[in-house]
């Protein structure tokens, strides 16, 4: 139980255009699902907490109208790159927290990896 | 602001011996750890937990240990396997939000 998918896996886009990354937990349901970016050897950042029905809550330093999250379903949550440019390549995981499993543990997406000519 | 730290970013042991993976962190107000491990092009997995008001956690081969007073906590991984060698990430958590250490490369060397 607890899995998290994440869709595309990989991703090429054009400089300039707009992609879609999906998460969803598929045996659970997730009040709270978060998006993370990391960068080569380097550690998971925190992007936005993604609360089903509201607003995302944005970190410091992440701009929210470049990075456009829904999260419109107990089990689906989107996170939207807006006229990407080569400096938004990186992979980017999401992870869903499930509030009746274990307090905090967050069960996470296996990745997408973005790359932005 | 770094405020978990994973100072070590690789580790080399021997299959049976004991691998310990060390962090530390500034704020004082986390007070829920967590490890995680992570494969290549893969999404982080949970591997254990502890409490602020616990000072060790056991599940099978791994446990985990917090200082308090020294804002440190350790992963120990016994007997190591090769299929433990992997990245592994400490996270800490305040009021719900967890932050995440730069990780530890672990190669376990058959």
């Known amino acids: 139980g607890a899995v998290v998918s994440q869709h595309p896996s990989w991703v090429i886009c054009k400089s300039g255009t707009s992609v879609k990354i999906e998460c969803r937990s598929l045996?659970?349901?997730?009040?709270?699902m978060f998006w993370y970016r990391q960068f080569p050897k380097q550690s998971l950042m925190l992007m936005a907490t993604?609360?089903?029905?509201?607003?995302?809550?944005?970190e410091q330093g992440v701009e929210k109208d470049k990075f456009l999250i829904n999260h419109a379903s107990l089990t689906l949550s989107t996170l939207t790159v807006t006229s990407a440019h080569p400096e938004d390549s990186s992979f980017y995981i999401c992870?869903?927290?499930?509030?009746?499993?274990?307090?905090?543990?967050?069960?996470f997406g296996p990745g997408t990896r973005l790359t932005v000519l | 602001d770094q405020q978990v730290k994973q100072n070590s970013p690789s580790l080399s042991v021997q299959e049976g011996r004991i691998s310990i993976l060390n962090c530390d962190y500034t704020?004082?107000?986390?007070?829920?750890f967590l490890w995680y491990k992570k494969y290549p092009a893969e999404g982080p997995t949970f591997l254990i937990s502890?409490?602020?008001?616990?000072d060790k956690n056991e599940d099978g081969r791994f446990t985990v240990f917090l200082n308090k007073s020294a804002k440190h906590l350790s992963l120990h991984i016994v007997p190591s396997q090769p299929g433990d060698s992997a990245v592994y990430f400490c996270?800490?958590?305040?009021?719900?939000?967890?932050?995440f250490g730069t990780g530890t490369k672990l190669q376990v060397i058959p």
């Open positions: 996270a800490a958590s305040a009021r719900q939000k967890v932050t």
């Open positions: 045996d659970f349901q997730a009040t709270t």
């Open positions: 502890i409490s602020s008001i616990k």
């Open positions: 993604s609360n089903e029905g509201s607003k995302a809550t944005y």
């Open positions: 704020n004082s107000m986390f007070d829920y």
């Open positions: 992870s869903a927290r499930d509030s009746k499993r274990r307090r905090l543990e967050q069960f």
